[in-house]
């Protein structure tokens, strides 16, 4: 009799979206247009007529005018653009939970890190006391975390900001595709977003800057492309993509069920939820006390089931997670997985998940 193979389960969509059908095809679309978006005959006018569509559609789904989307190689890039742009000459405020690509290029510069509440939402009385310190402050918060998926306050923490003359730049990566998303709303000067997060291509991404946002130099120059903002030939097919996921991409209030439903099994077989207040729809952050987080990724994997624990930005590296840390959690730092639901995810692929948990539950077994 055949063997008919297991269907893999992908449960890791914070550390990328599987591709959207319409994204796929937009960046098949583009790669058969030759031209240069710079170059002025009908070849370049066509990749141009691509890239700035793709700006409005981009512009207009998170509150930016299209002059202000900077497109980008991904999130990194554009938290780097910003910080690069806005930090000289201030003090940079960062949560204590927020991503590498935020706490890294920070470290070269004057900073401060910002505690964060037990339930993992930035200490807004904190913030208050540092911008009494350091007014003209540039502050850096993220809208969701990576691993948690716990929302911040930030409009909030916007209005304390410009109360102080303070920046603040928002890291919309998790977010964006997920819940709604508006620089209008947040207050942000800058925000920043990734297409392969919402089920684009990977290398795509943009900065948006508010109105009244600051000149943004260039981290990479070259050619003058962006209005002088980010030199180099713009990855067209990339961005087409991501344009198309964030027309695809309508919510993730569809996966609150799954999330909970596998929370409440999760919690019977002796795991604890990090981080359940408010945050993503499609988040679960489990940390089951005395067992390895990589040891329980391996199993699953083993399982056919893909989670991770903590970010997936690290060299394929898993230590312990500084977000758990920051909330008092020290001692689950190194036992939580990462369950994070994809936009195509169905109720088997939760089901997988609690069977593939079952089996190594000692709760499980005893009952």
Partial sequence: MEHQATRFIYLDANATEPL???ARQAVIEALDITGNPSSIHSAGRAAWKILESARKIVAGRFGAKPADVVFTSGGTEANALAIAALAPGRHVLFGATEHDAVRAPVQ???HTSLPVLHTGQIDLAALRAALAKHPAALVCLMLANNETGVLHPIAEAAAICR????LLHVD????????????????ATTLSISAHKLGGPKGAGALLLAANAPHIAALIPGGGQERGRRGGTPALPAIAGFAAAVEAA???GHLTPLRDSLETEARAAGFIVCGAGDRLPNTSCLARPGQRADTQVIKLDLAGIAVSAGAACSSGKVARSHVL????LTDLAGSAIRVSLPW?????DADAFVRAITKESPNRQAA
Wanted: proline residues 3%; aromatic residues 0%.
């Fill in 20 to 22: 959207r059908p319409q």
């Fill in 108 to 110: 070269r510069l004057a």
């Fill in 163 to 166: 109360a102080h003359g303070a």
């Fill in 172 to 187: 919309a990566v998790q977010a964006a595709g997920r819940i709604d998303v508006s620089m209008g709303a947040l207050g």
């Fill in 250 to 252: 309508t919510g993730a």
């Fill in 325 to 328: 840390e920051a909330m008092g």
């Fill in 344 to 348: 195509n995810a169905v109720q088997a």
